[in-house]
Each structure stands twice: as structure tokens, then as C-alpha cells.
């Protein structure tokens, strides 16, 4: 018998309480999130992609375009993610400096809270560039380049680390990233 507060509790009562919180315990474990979801939008030409990590951190890749009157960022990408309920970004990477990889970047950026922005290291003088940049720092958002080994991410469950480049890139191509689930 034990004695709580002047009380006896039979052993089965403490036994069970006991089970029962070990129960739920060994539960959480179970449900802990392990897969991540991607969606990859339809921005027209260029990319955008949401991931949602096992952590539940987000991410989003790329912005779409910006051409003429259209704005990826703001006919596609923040109604998307307002649907979703999303507030913020914990990572928002572009993956090289195309326009058709950058043209909604602004719009991104001045409606969601964006803790890091990470981008590759190459000089781009491009109005949309410099647009996408200026925001950024009006905004004081976390900006860093990306590099072959940088790891941008490390959950429980998954890791997302920088495959390409491994130092100042001018070449055409963009940045690789890779994301491994344990």
C-alpha cells in the first residue's frame, strides 16, 4: 500500500496510473513526425517549392517569376501558404539569381516573417537582385551564402545541406541542395 497525504492508494491504482503514463509517453514517441512534405507550385516558368520538415520547420525554395504584371510571389505563393495558415519561414533559399527563380522573392519576403534567407554567393546587378536584397535588409532578415557542406538544417529526423557550390560560383547553374531522412 503507499500513502499519499495521509492516504493509502491500493498498489493496482499506482500501478495503473504508472502504465498509463508510460503509455502515453511510448505514444508521443510514435507519433513524432518523420516524413516531410514537399509541394511544388505552379509558378510558370522557374520554381518554387514548400517543404514542411519532420520538425515541423518550413522551408521554401526559389520564387517563382516576375514578369510584366505577374508576380509569382504575390498571385501564387502567399496565397498558397496564407491557405496554409503559414506565418513563417524558417529557411527561404534561392537557389541561384535567375529572374525566374527570384521574381516573386520581394513580395515573399515583405508578407512572412523569414528567419533565415539563405542564398549563393554570386553577383548579380540585376534590378530584381537588388530589389530582393534591399528588402531583405529593411526587413532585417538573417541573410548568409550558401556552400558545398554548409548544413541549413538538422532535425531529429532529417539533415538539408549544401551539395554546390564550394566557394564564389559564376558559373550558370544554381546551388544543389540535399535533403537526407534518417
Not at 498498489?11 to 514537399?38: H, N, P, Q, W, Y
Not at 507550385?41 to 520564387?63: F, K, R, W
Not at 513580395?107 to 542564398?119: A, E, G, T
Not at 554567393?121 to 537582385?129: F, G, H, L
Request: proline share 3%; hydrophobic share 40%.
Amino acid at each position: 500500500v503507499f500513502y499519499f497525504g495521509g492516504r493509502s492508494l491500493p498498489k493496482k491504482l499506482v500501478f495503473a496510473l504508472l502504465l498509463g503514463l508510460d503509455m502515453l509517453m511510448f505514444a508521443t514517441i510514435l507519433v513524432s513526425r518523420t516524413e516531410a512534405t514537399v509541394y511544388v507550385l505552379d509558378v510558370g516558368q522557374g520554381d518554387a517549392i514548400y517543404v514542411e520538415l519532420p520538425d515541423g520547420q518550413n522551408m521554401l525554395v526559389d520564387s517563382g517569376v516576375r514578369f510584366g504584371r505577374f508576380d509569382a510571389g504575390s498571385r501564387v505563393i502567399v496565397p498558397f501558404l496564407a491557405r496554409k495558415g503559414i506565418r513563417s519561414l524558417d529557411y527561404f533559399i534561392i537557389t541561384h539569381l535567375h529572374s525566374d527563380h527570384i521574381g516573386g522573392a520581394v513580395s515573399v519576403l515583405r508578407n512572412f516573417r523569414v528567419r533565415n534567407f539563405i542564398y549563393p554567393d554570386q553577383i548579380s546587378v540585376s534590378r530584381t537582385w537588388t530589389a530582393t536584397l534591399s528588402a531583405a535588409e529593411k526587413l532585417s532578415i538573417s541573410c548568409r551564402h550558401a556552400r558545398a557542406g554548409t548544413v541549413l538544417h538538422s532535425g531529429p529526423a532529417d539533415r538539408v545541406y549544401v551539395l554546390h557550390p564550394n566557394g564564389k560560383y559564376t558559373g550558370r547553374r544554381g546551388v544543389s541542395y540535399k535533403t537526407r531522412f534518417n
